[in-house]
């Protein structure tokens, strides 16, 4: 019963000559000619092309085309008739053609979950990693940063932490209103000026061997690493057009805040 309540619903909501095309990639010529020699039997050139919105100057070759593909014969009488064969003979190798198909992407695709599942790349894949330039990166790394609980540290140059200052300044206030530890690292030979980190009221180590001319690290609450290239000196400088890369996958930021800490401990004053 299940079985003619669909089929019920395939005659109404859908013409079959439509999965034929769709599915066993039948013209739509073809599928309606067929469809229609099934329902109707036997019928002549003249017939099939009134009845199936074939034109005249079309509907043989049409007719030629599935009897060529074993779909369609001709009775010899005269008139001309054309008659469709069993769909057991025409459609259900096509069928088998297209469960083969199936059965043998569906073991591609098993294989390749597998090694997907397998693969330590796939897994490092998987954590989540963002590179982002323009309004949307700032917006991320801002909502970042003032989601932090405990502790921010920045690892940079002196003159690039100047450079991105500006962008920083009323997030640096505000995690210090939080109660927001904010400490910076800048490695051995970086020029800053005292006066400035007091009336900025930074923290700050100097770290011999870390080497960070080239980019801005931050990590916040050792849950969340970001890196930011240092642009002074190319054509797009500002932070809002250079790329942030931005790691909050658990494995990824473990092995970073790993690197971080040695040069942490690598303290000349």
């Known amino acids: 019963m299940i079985v003619q309540e669909n089929v019920s619903i395939l005659h109404q909501y859908q013409p079959l000559w439509r999965l034929l095309r769709a599915y066993l990639g039948f013209s739509e010529y073809e599928a309606k000619i067929y469809e229609f020699l099934v329902n109707?039997?036997?019928s002549t050139a003249r017939k099939i092309s009134i009845r199936c919105g074939v034109p005249r100057t079309k509907v043989y070759s049409v007719i030629?085309?599935?009897?060529?593909?074993?779909?369609v014969t001709e009775l010899p009488l005269s008139p001309r008739l054309f008659i469709a064969l069993s769909p057991t003979e025409t459609l259900k190798p096509l069928i088998d053609i297209q469960e083969k198909i199936v059965e043998q992407l569906n073991e591609v695709f098993l294989h390749l979950q597998k090694?997907?599942?397998?693969?330590?790349?796939?897994?490092?894949?998987?954590?989540e990693v963002w590179i982002l330039t323009g309004e949307r990166a700032l917006r991320?790394?801002?909502?970042?940063?003032?989601?932090?609980?405990?502790?921010?540290?920045?690892?940079?140059?002196?003159?690039?932490f100047l450079h991105v200052y500006g962008f920083?300044?009323?997030v640096l206030d505000t995690l210090f209103e939080k109660g927001v530890s904010v400490r910076l690292y800048f490695p051995s030979g970086s020029k800053v000026n005292k006066k400035v980190c007091r009336a900025m009221c930074l923290q700050y180590r100097i770290v011999r061997n870390l080497p960070l001319s080239a980019t801005l690290i931050i990590s916040i609450d050792n849950n969340c690493i970001i890196l930011h290239p240092n642009t002074i000196e190319s054509e797009n400088n500002s932070p809002q057009e250079s790329e942030w890369v931005i790691v909050c996958g658990k494995k990824l930021v473990n092995v970073l805040n790993k690197i971080l800490s040695y040069f942490k401990r690598e303290n000349s004053h």
Not at 65 to 71: D, F, G, I, P, S
Not at 142 to 157: H, I, M, P, Q
């Open 40 to 42: 109707e039997g036997p």
């Open 64 to 71: 030629r085309r599935l009897m060529e593909q074993n779909m």
């Open 115 to 127: 090694k997907y599942e397998e693969s330590t790349e796939s897994k490092v894949l998987r954590e």
């Open 140 to 160: 991320k790394v801002t909502d970042l940063l003032l989601s932090a609980g405990k502790n921010v540290e920045f690892f940079s140059s002196w003159e690039y």
């Open 168 to 170: 920083l300044r009323e």
